[in-house]
């Protein structure tokens, strides 16, 4: 299966390995929900070897990607399909849960069940990292991203950029803090969860 990966995931993997990196410990463990076709799991295994880096899917056909990747590149562990709104989340354990470019173009109820899922993966210091366009103190960081955000609407009444304020409120219960937010380049921003108990 040729494997295609998007322009944007080809911009943006150095830039977000470069964040990664120094947050991961040696042989850390990375269980990445909504992988795509495995473009950042590719690259960061390639960078860094010692990464025990799952990826996952929903999406039956990008699962089939993944797969393909797992099978032509290794680096990554074998895939499986994870669906965050209906996921055994006991049977998984990680170091770091990590989200990409998902926040915004899923309904609200799969960040929660993902808020959810960190408190039952992560160990106590585990981390939750969730990437892409967030909205600080309910404004937009750019003119783009709240043209962004309404062309998300339109296509699905239940996407859309997140306040950062919205997504620490979902998270305390679970006991995970915001302990940084870094500016990336397109007007995208890291949040780093740490879980305690």
Sequence with gaps: MQI??????LRNR?????????LLVSHARVLEVASGNGTHGAYCTANRPDLHWQAT???????????????QQGGI??????????????????????AINLVHISPFSVTAALMLGASQVLPSDGMLLLYGPYRVNGKHTSPSNAEFDANLQQQN?????????????????HKL?????????????????????
């Design 77 to 98: 562990q074998e895939p499986f399909a994870l669906d965050a709104l209906h996921f055994d989340w006991s049977s998984q354990q990680a170091d770091v849960l990590l």
């Design 57 to 71: 899917e929903a999406d039956p056909i990008k699962l089939a990607v993944l797969r393909s990747r797992y099978e």
């Design 14 to 22: 150095q830039p977000i390995f470069e964040v990664l990196d120094p």
């Design 4 to 9: 295609e990966d998007h322009p944007s995931a």
């Design 157 to 173: 009444p239940s996407w859309g950029i997140r306040d950062i304020q919205t997504l620490q409120d979902a998270a305390a219960p």
């Design 177 to 197: 803090w915001l302990q940084q937010r870094l500016d990336m380049p397109a007007n995208n921003q890291f949040l780093v969860f740490t879980r305690t108990h």
